[in-house]
């Protein structure tokens, strides 16, 4: 891509830096890297400026799409082998691009399509948990069993199956080496984790969100969510956002106590 297609595309994710945050920080990282953006990002043109655009990777995320650029960018789609293992973002337009993709693509795994896209740019509401601090390498080998069981409940399949262990191992030693983990650890258990999954100078998104089923209801996500913030503001960016589902009661209500406001609604398509 070239360097005016790049601000063009980045321009238009301004528009909402919070629910466009992950293409923001993917042009961020790539800006020096054209064939990669080349090859991740798709624009649709009309009267010789780009008006829409679509992420390609492991995941899928459209930009700003409308009825005629969703039909090109499922055309674009179907034209290679899928790689990505969902479709996520603002919830019309994944809608709206799956359907068109829908007669042409295999049945997906689950659909979730009402997730609140939240949002807190002031102090938390409640006392952080003082004992929540960015996790060390040397919390690796504790950390790891409990980032695979949050992902597991979340997404519904293991990422440890087969070869993919070591690739896995390595990309949460990639998060704590970056200070993007955060959790709180008593006498060798994980009590609370969370990590930043995108960030750019004005907002990040939390993801991993945890705690050990024997322990939710006592404070842990409470706290320890407060503690994200207050570290995530300090050392980050001013925002902090995240998407919920929109049945996890239990955890909207921990999320509304600490200060986080609905921005808008996401929906993912998981393969």
Not at 54 to 71: F, K, M
Not at 194 to 200: L, M
Request: glycine share 4%.
């Amino acid at each position: 891509m070239l360097r005016t297609e790049i601000d063009q595309v980045r321009n238009i994710a301004l528009k909402d830096p919070i629910s466009n945050c992950f293409i923001i920080s993917r042009l961020n990282e790539l800006e020096n890297n054209s064939w990669s953006l080349q090859n991740e990002i798709s624009v649709f043109v009309n009267d010789k400026k780009i008006e829409s655009a679509v992420y390609n990777g492991a995941n899928i995320v459209p930009l700003e799409t409308n009825q005629d650029s969703q039909i090109m960018f499922a055309q674009y789609l179907l034209d290679q082998p899928r790689r990505a293992s969902s479709i996520v973002g603002e919830k019309n337009q994944v809608l709206d691009l799956w359907n068109l993709l829908k007669p042409f693509w295999t049945k997906p795994r689950e659909i979730r399509n009402n997730q609140p896209l939240l949002v807190i740019d002031d102090s938390p509401l409640v006392a952080p948990d003082p004992l929540v601090k960015p996790a060390v390498l040397r919390d690796l080998e504790v950390l790891l069993p409990a980032c695979v069981s949050m992902f597991t409940e979340e997404v519904g399949i293991s990422p440890v199956v087969g070869s993919s262990e070591q690739i896995y191992r390595s990309r949460v030693a990639e998060i704590i080496q970056q200070r993007k983990m955060f959790a709180r650890i008593d006498n060798s258990q994980v009590t609370f984790k969370a990590e930043i999954g995108v960030t750019t100078d004005k907002v990040s998104q939390i993801q991993g969100v945890w705690v050990p089923p024997q322990l939710r209801g006592r404070n842990y996500g409470k706290a320890g969510m407060a503690g994200v913030v207050d570290l995530t503001r300090k050392h980050f960016s001013p925002k902090v956002s995240l998407y919920v589902n929109d049945y996890n009661e239990r955890a909207r209500a921990v999320y509304k106590s600490v200060g986080f406001q609905e921005h808008s609604i996401f929906a993912t398509v998981l393969f």
